[in-house]
């Protein structure tokens, strides 16, 4: 598998343990890149003042490589006040702007697991797992931040399973 990591904002550690990280579990080939989207305003919603993520990725078009984009963008679905990520097929976003720790709080390692919670949890919707009930799993639907902070950052072991079908 071969996996575009298209980071929105330049954080090397972050870029460097993330490729790691989704090389390692995915067994994929994992290329990073550096670039703010273009042509994205169609998908803002001036009144949420937040982005479609829906909207985003389908003035994106389509791709032909698993491309995973991570932004500091607020992103929402419809239905929903806001959403940590979206992967509907092979490319899909993540979105740090609720998953930085407060200031006062700031803790680097705690940041970084989130992301790559988050990250680790919208491959495998591109890879076509759905949200999991097991306890734990990366693959849990997280409603806020301190369910992201509950799961783990792996897949339970019938996640796993069907990953490697």
Do not use: W
């Not at 995915?26 to 009144?47: D, I, Q, T, W």
């Not at 709080?105 to 919208?122: M, P, Q, S, T």
Request: glycine residues 6%; aromatic residues 10%; charged residues 25%.
């Amino acid at each position: 598998m071969r996996l575009i990591l298209l980071m929105e904002f330049n954080d090397a550690v972050l870029a460097e343990m993330l490729r790691d990280r989704l090389e390692k579990v995915f067994k994929a080939e994992v290329s990073v890149e550096v670039k703010r989207l273009e042509n994205v305003e169609s998908s803002f919603n001036g009144k949420r003042r937040q982005y479609n993520a829906v909207r985003l990725l389908e003035d994106l078009g389509p791709v032909d490589t698993y491309t995973l984009i991570l932004t500091d963008r607020d992103l929402y679905v419809p239905g929903l006040n806001y959403v940590f990520g979206y992967a509907p097929g092979m490319k899909g976003l993540v979105s740090v702007y609720r998953l930085k720790p407060p200031k006062l709080f700031y803790d680097e390692n705690l940041y970084f697991l989130r992301v790559v919670k988050e990250c680790l949890h919208e491959v495998g919707h591109m890879l076509g797992l759905l949200h999991c009930k097991t306890p734990g799993c990366v693959m849990n639907f997280s409603n806020n931040v301190f369910e992201v902070d509950l799961k783990s950052d792996s897949f339970c072991s019938k996640c796993l399973a069907k990953l490697s079908t």
